[in-house]
């Protein structure tokens, strides 16, 4: 994949700055797999003494959307991506650096392919989990992309 973790954070940094002032930063990203990390911090706290649960969602939408963009990117091709629906379940409190791990990159090159040929749009679900420096799982997030041509 030719985008690198660098550029795509100074990207954040421009498009997504609420998700960069928090601390969310890529840290990889392949084909099939991309990996977030977060840390809990004053910015990003709730009342409870953890991290706010929209800052998870944020880092785990990143951890899929990063895949989309690059692989629409690779396609040569404009078509817009949109999330339509997303579930997430909380399991323990968010302390700590907490990385968000998607590995579901293999579901995006169908519906893309898909797109183009057939002209209509196309949804997959795509699944993120966090989990805080000792393994421990502290939230799972589901999203549902969308992928259409843009005319």
């Given at each position: 994949m030719a985008v690198s973790t660098g550029k795509f954070n100074t990207f954040i940094f421009f498009k997504l700055p609420s998700?960069?002032?928090c601390g969310v930063r890529l840290r990889y990203m392949d084909q099939s797999k991309a990996v977030v990390t977060v840390r809990h911090r004053w910015?990003?706290?709730n009342p409870f003494k953890s991290m706010f649960w929209a800052v998870q969602g944020m880092a785990?939408?990143?951890s899929t959307g990063a895949m989309v963009i690059a692989?629409?990117?690779e396609s040569g091709q404009r078509i817009s991506m949109l999330v339509a629906n997303n579930k997430a379940n909380f399991s323990k409190k968010a302390t700590g650096k907490i990385t968000f791990t998607c590995k579901d990159g293999h579901l995006i090159e169908g519906a893309l392919q898909k797109t183009m040929e057939t002209g209509e749009g196309?949804?997959?679900w795509m699944?993120?989990?966090g989990v805080n420096e000792d393994g421990v799982v502290v939230s799972t997030f589901d999203f549902e992309?969308?992928?259409k041509l843009k005319t």
């Open positions: 998700a960069w002032w910015i990003n706290q785990a939408e990143l692989q629409i990117r196309q949804t997959f699944k993120s989990i992309w969308t992928v």
